[in-house]
């Protein structure tokens, strides 16, 4: 049997390859009862023969580092869909992963949690930028956003 080969839908996901920058405002949330805003670090690269995105995430708020975030991304080929594994530094195991689909120049995830259900847009612009959002909702209809951000790539 000959091993499996990234195909055009892994390849889509080199458009979070890079180091980024970004500037994130976040509403008010069982997590942050403030809400404010924060800067970020991403660090992505293709890994395991071009299989999966590695991402390395790192929020800092008044000069310190507040949170940490390891992503991992691929495409499954059964369900046809894209999935995101996120692992962070509140310790949460995350259930499983989020599932995706790009939409135009969007790549957007939903899962439902403990929490209710959360949705991971990401809109790139090709000129090197991208926006990210949160939103959560307790129903899966309605939903509010938590967190929006404007990335950079340095």
Same mark, same amino acid.
């Given at each position: 049997?000959?091993?499996?080969?990234?195909?055009?839908?892994?390849?889509?996901?080199?458009?979070?390859? *890079?180091?980024?920058?970004? @500037?994130?405002?976040?509403?008010?949330?069982?997590? +942050? %009862?403030? /809400?404010?805003?924060?800067? !970020?670090?991403?660090?992505?690269?293709?890994?395991?023969?071009?299989?999966?995105?590695?991402?390395?995430?790192?929020?800092?708020?008044?000069?310190?580092?507040?949170?940490?975030?390891?992503?991992?991304? *691929?495409?499954?080929?059964? @369900?046809?869909?894209?999935?995101?594994?996120?692992? +962070? %530094?509140? /310790?949460?195991?995350?259930? !499983?992963?989020?599932?995706?689909?790009?939409?135009?120049?969007?790549?957007?995830?939903?899962?439902?949690?403990?929490?209710?259900?959360?949705?991971?847009?990401?809109?790139?612009?090709?000129?090197?930028?991208?926006?990210?959002?949160?939103?959560?909702?307790?129903?899966?209809?309605?939903?509010?956003?938590?967190?929006?951000?404007?990335?950079?790539?340095?």
């Amino acid at each position: 049997m000959e091993m499996p080969k990234p195909n055009q839908n892994h390849d889509k996901l080199k458009a979070l390859t *890079g180091t980024w920058s970004g @500037q994130e405002t976040m509403s008010p949330s069982p997590w +942050d %009862s403030k /809400g404010g805003t924060a800067t !970020g670090v991403i660090e992505a690269h293709l890994d395991l023969d071009g299989m999966f995105l590695v991402s390395q995430y790192r929020q800092e708020r008044e000069g310190r580092v507040t949170y940490r975030g390891h992503g991992v991304y *691929g495409w499954d080929e059964k @369900q046809k869909v894209y999935t995101m594994y996120w692992f +962070d %530094s509140v /310790g949460t195991d995350p259930g !499983g992963p989020a599932r995706g689909k790009w939409e135009g120049d969007s790549l957007i995830f939903e899962m439902k949690g403990e929490m209710g259900h959360s949705r991971y847009a990401y809109k790139f612009h090709g000129d090197g930028k991208f926006d990210f959002s949160i939103s959560r909702s307790s129903d899966g209809k309605s939903w509010s956003q938590w967190l929006e951000s404007t990335w950079t790539r340095r």
